[in-house]
């Protein structure tokens, strides 16, 4: 399911090809370093530049022998290139190879899920000013609150997305380290200077200090700022969820000419894609608790990460990638009724003006307390007998003695006032 709406170049990146790929590169300019450390002959480096190559194939049968990757991946090139291989490698531990391509891997990827952070910050940029003044129904607890506009939930949406953007670019950071040390990160066998160059040819920073890995707590924070977005998306999504339900019916998922929903009830119209959303969220946190489980390892290294980061750092990327591709449409394509909002404003027959009506009553001198009273006895009758709050508070001597009739029909008229703010709002958070 995953893997048709996945972007390929998310997907390319984890392939054996680009990881083998990044393998040479990664050996090519350690080499290219210790040639201009004197330590291997230029004549090699030119040999090792013009014939080094790996097949994809090759590698995976001579890794049946070996039963070690690197070993089977330097086998191969050392079949392309000849004598001059003795060079490719040197002073290197298999760790070299791999947590920098790591890094670079994560890099790519990061990078990839940050445009798509980057459009879903305009849609809901976009969506925002469509619905600035859009009066909607806020709800706590589920329950009618007082109007907000639906233009001010995108904008929420908005400032997530950019935070996230933020959270993402420093986790990027964080991951883009290169690491050239040797076994137990003591540079015994190798240059220091050799780790600044490949570092400063990939676009990565040497780490200041290893063992024979980088450090998993990288990691870690990279899949858990994923699953944090994950968690943004899912709460966008559980928004629309809830919004489609028949009864409120405010808000809806796209549905294509063609589309069914049930199997069963030709009627059905569901929010799956939503509902996939807020699925792949929880696989997200999952990884994440995983990532976390690889930061304790023993002593300068053991290989009990490597196993779960091989599935756990790939999936996260990939899911976290098709997550934005399914957000980014269903808020692109988002069905919105604003006539339902207006008839779901009015459903509490005017109990959204029950703080309005107690503020007022204060500012007319009663305390607060008498002034509860007397609205929540009042919205309290509403609610058991449907009739509108307007009605019962007109009825209430008490209520009266400070508020009258006119006064409670300007209260109950001025619907525009909960607008009061918006631009404000806007203007907060860059949007006029």
Not at 101 to 115: D, F, N, R, Y
Request: include cysteine; hydrophobic fraction near 40%.
């Amino acid at each position: 399911m995953i893997a048709r709406y996945t972007r390929p170049e998310m997907g390319s990146i984890w392939c054996d090809e680009n990881k083998y790929r990044i393998w040479l590169d990664i050996e090519i300019a350690a080499v290219e370093a210790q040639a201009l450390l004197g330590i291997v002959p230029q004549a090699d480096l030119d040999n090792i530049k013009a014939k080094a190559q790996f097949d994809v194939q090759r590698i995976l049968e001579i890794e049946e022998t070996t039963k070690h990757d690197v070993i089977a991946f330097l086998t191969n090139v050392a079949e392309y290139v000849g004598e001059s291989a003795r060079y490719i490698h040197l002073g290197m531990t298999s760790s070299d190879i791999l947590d920098t391509c790591l890094s670079i891997q994560m890099k790519q990827a990061g990078e990839l899920l940050l445009e798509g952070l980057q459009r879903l910050r305009d849609i809901t940029a976009q969506r925002a000013q469509e619905f600035k003044y859009t009066i909607c129904i806020g709800r706590t607890h589920g329950i009618h609150a007082e109007p907000t506009t639906f233009g001010l939930k995108f904008l929420l949406w908005h400032e997530e997305t950019k935070r996230n953007i933020r959270r993402l670019t420093q986790a990027i950071d964080s991951v883009s380290v290169a690491m050239i040390s040797g076994a137990v990160g003591t540079y015994e066998h190798i240059s220091m200077k050799v780790e600044e160059y490949v570092a400063r040819k990939l676009g990565l920073k040497p780490d200041p200090i290893t063992t024979q890995i980088i450090q998993r707590d990288r990691h870690a924070e990279f899949l858990l700022v994923l699953a944090l977005i994950g968690a943004s998306l899912e709460k966008i999504a559980l928004e629309v969820r809830h919004l489609q339900r028949t009864e409120v019916l405010e808000v809806e998922e796209y549905f294509s000419a063609g589309q069914k929903g049930s199997s069963a009830m030709p009627h059905k119209r569901n929010p799956i894609m939503s509902e996939r959303i807020c699925g792949l969220a929880r696989v997200l946190r999952g990884n994440a608790i995983a990532a976390m489980e690889n930061v304790g390892l023993w002593h300068e290294r053991d290989i009990s990460h490597s196993s779960v980061e091989r599935i756990v750092i790939p999936d996260s990327t990939i899911i976290l990638d098709y997550m934005l591709h399914l957000t980014n449409n269903l808020l692109r394509n988002l069905l919105v009724y604003p006539e339902t909002m207006q008839k779901n404003l009015h459903a509490t027959c005017g109990l959204i003006f029950s703080q309005t009506v107690l503020l007022e009553l204060v500012k007319r001198g009663v305390s607060r307390e008498d002034a509860y009273a007397m609205v929540q006895r009042n919205a309290m009758r509403t609610w058991k007998d449907r009739k509108p709050f307007l009605e019962h508070l007109r009825q209430d001597a008490d209520v009266t003695r400070f508020l009258s009739h006119r006064d409670l029909e300007e209260i109950f008229s001025i619907p525009m006032s909960f607008l009061s703010n918006i631009d404000a709002i806007f203007a907060r958070c860059g949007i006029s």
